[in-house]
């Protein structure tokens, strides 16, 4: 659906962008992670035809956004970080204007409008003016321009910024829906929404792509090594002592007894080793019940400041 190849964007001697590529499936959430200044908002800018690379191509469904910007940019939807609302019109006077712009067709466009109205889920906001509405709202309309015409890819810059716990919950049920019609580009600081909704994950540093994956792969793979926390029935220095006889598991850390006459601890294994079989030999061999066993995987926090270094912006 979205290809980005060698994609290269260069102020001067500095390069915002630098000989990124990766490609976004049909039917797609990717979260587009990386620190303020890494080129996020950049490639972006790029794949919607508002500015110019250097250098690379950039192809929608087929469309070079470069050869062919108009029949490209009609299968994108773009909400930037700040929407382009006219806060003097009422809801419905935008959402008519934006689809005359958008060239939809006259005898489609109350369907559309009222289809997108509630998808987003502002019904109810028709008649208010737009400089009224709260800034979740604001957010939902500026959704609402994106959808209209009912692109192939929409693009979101940062669509839950500024918005209370409540806002971003139900923006995440919005992003949620898209993603069973549209292809979808999802940038957002925070981390936890892109997290719930992404099926993919790409990391910008410095103007080039450091990771590309699924969080689980992404946690697995930066983990070192497969770590378990478990909660065995026996004596400490026992249970211990039999969890170190065995070369699989590298490190046994105890972190305190939390139910009578048991010990939580924290193993790891050598990098790409699963460690869960030889865990229940260990126990199973000396009798030491397991009662609780599960994967302390990378949070995307954790992901991210390990790839990025913890870097901030310029």
Not at 49 to 78: C, F, H, Q, R
Not at 180 to 192: A, E, G, P, Y
Not at 267 to 272: F, T, V
Request: glycine residues 8%; hydrophobic residues 40%; aromatic residues 4%.
């Amino acid at each position: 659906m979205i290809e980005v190849k060698n994609l290269t964007k260069r102020y001067g001697q500095h390069y915002a962008v630098n000989d990124v590529s990766f490609t976004v499936n049909d039917g797609e959430i990717l979260g587009f992670l990386g620190p303020n200044g890494a080129g996020k908002t950049t490639t972006m800018n790029i794949i919607t035809g508002y500015i110019s690379a250097t250098d690379g191509d950039v192809v929608i469904n087929g469309v070079d956004i470069l050869a062919e910007p108009e029949k490209a940019k009609a299968k994108i939807g773009y909400l930037p970080d700040a929407p382009p609302l006219y806060n003097e019109m009422k809801v419905d006077e935008y959402l008519r204007f934006v689809a005359d712009i958008k060239k939809v067709k006259t005898h489609d466009r109350v369907k559309m409008i009222n289809e997108i109205k509630e998808t987003v889920r502002i019904t109810d906001m028709s008649k208010r003016l737009i400089k009224n509405l709260s800034k979740g709202y604001k957010q939902r309309v500026g959704l609402a321009q994106a959808m209209m015409g009912f692109p192939e890819v929409i693009i979101m810059d940062e669509p839950t910024v500024g918005l209370d716990p409540k806002q971003i919950i139900e923006m995440r049920d919005v992003i949620k829906r898209l993603g069973k019609k549209h292809t979808v580009i999802l940038s957002s600081h925070i981390l936890q929404e892109v997290s719930a909704v992404s099926d993919h994950i790409l990391i910008i540093s410095n103007g080039q792509i450091k990771a590309s994956d699924t969080a689980e792969h992404l946690s697995s793979r930066l983990s070192h090594g497969n770590i378990m926390s478990v909660r065995v029935k026996g004596e400490e220095a026992r249970v211990i002592g039999a969890l170190e006889n065995y070369p699989a598991i590298r490190k046994v850390t105890p972190s305190g007894s939390h139910e009578p006459g048991t010990i939580d601890l924290e193993l790891a294994g050598d990098e790409d080793v699963d460690i869960r079989e030889a865990i229940f030999a260990c126990m199973s061999k000396n009798n030491f019940p397991i009662l609780q066993m599960r994967s302390l995987n990378l949070t995307l926090e954790e992901i991210f400041l390990q790839i990025t270094g913890g870097e901030g912006g310029e």
